[in-house]
């Protein structure tokens, strides 16, 4: 079994290095822009511990948008199902940094993976505490659910971000103006830009999204993070809203939940099975790696993983 699943790790990386610099590397946070566009790595976490690496899996990048995954788990669980009252849950079918549809629906943003809903969430998760206190929360928490000290906020990116973030902050306003942000919206960009500048390398995200392929439980830890139906209603937020327009050409192609990054970062989850960790920073339309998504793609196919078995 672990030699199959090496194999198929293999093979779906030498078909995704195939579409090595088809896509684009996202330039419109000017420090994400330096990055070489033909790096690619792969990571299985297994249940058990083990992990299956290929390719640049030790580098670490910025997770970007994979960061809303987990600020949704922390969010559930301090506010809990009150959440809802500040985010949809419905797919958008439209780009990640809309404004359109956020008019149209007064300012509760569609699901919290797009980022007006990501921003909502993080104010939410603030709940009355300071932004430094709860950025350094989540970096904790990414540290203990990658089971590795050392990851860090890249404050560059941090700062590149925020300085190009005319477009975040509107999206911010925005919510504010429906009454729909309760803290100050300096405060919870300055979170949202931290917690999108996390630098981690596929190894240890794809140990880090073990809890959500195990029913909320972190199986090497034994740490129960989130309720396990918490954990199977974010693999369905995944599935369905994890690459904002690209989210059915995902769920059709790969077949299980994942969420992307402009960082070139997707985090796929096999529920049952294991975490995956795919990088490579050339990006689709929608702001998905195109070469991370044929590696994912191969290897579901190959071992037979889906959530619709
Ligand atoms: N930090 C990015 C932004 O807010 C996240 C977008 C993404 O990764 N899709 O624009």
Request: aromatic fraction near 6%; proline fraction near 4%.
């Amino acid at each position: 079994m672990t030699n199959d699943l090496r194999h198929h790790i293999d093979e779906a990386m030498t078909l995704a290095a195939a579409h090595l610099g088809q896509g684009r590397v996202a330039d419109y946070i000017p420090a994400l822009a330096k990055v070489d566009p033909d790096k690619l790595g792969f990571a299985l976490a297994l249940p058990d511990g083990t992990l299956h690496t290929s390719g640049d899996a030790d580098e670490a990048f910025s997770i970007q948008s994979v960061s809303k995954i987990f600020t949704l788990a922390l969010a559930l669980r301090r506010v809990g199902s009150d959440l809802w009252t500040s985010v949809g849950r419905e797919p958008s079918g439209s780009a990640f940094n809309s404004v359109v549809q956020l008019e149209s629906e007064h300012g509760i943003p569609r699901n919290p993976l797009i980022n007006a809903g990501a921003i909502a969430t993080t104010d939410r998760l603030i709940d009355g505490r300071g932004g430094d206190a709860v950025a350094e929360e989540i970096l904790n928490f990414m540290r203990a659910r990658a089971g590795d000290d050392h990851v860090e906020i890249d404050f560059d990116v941090a700062l590149s971000e925020s300085e190009t973030g005319a477009r975040n902050r509107s999206l911010a306003h925005f919510m504010d103006a429906f009454d729909n942000l309760k803290h100050p919206v300096e405060t919870v960009v300055g979170v949202y830009f931290r917690q999108c500048a996390i630098a981690m390398s596929c190894r240890q995200l794809a140990r880090a999204g073990l809890f959500l392929a195990m029913e909320g439980r972190d199986p090497l830890t034994g740490e129960q993070i989130v309720e396990a139906h918490r954990a199977r209603r974010i693999n369905a937020i995944m599935m369905l809203c994890g690459h904002y327009d690209n989210s059915g050409e995902f769920a059709f192609r790969v077949g299980l939940p994942g969420k992307s990054g402009v960082g070139g970062g997707i985090l796929c989850i096999a529920p049952g099975q294991g975490s995956i960790a795919v990088w490579s920073p050339g990006l689709n339309e929608a702001g998905t790696s195109l070469a991370g998504a044929v590696a994912l793609e191969h290897f579901a196919y190959a071992a037979g993983w889906s959530v619709f078995d």
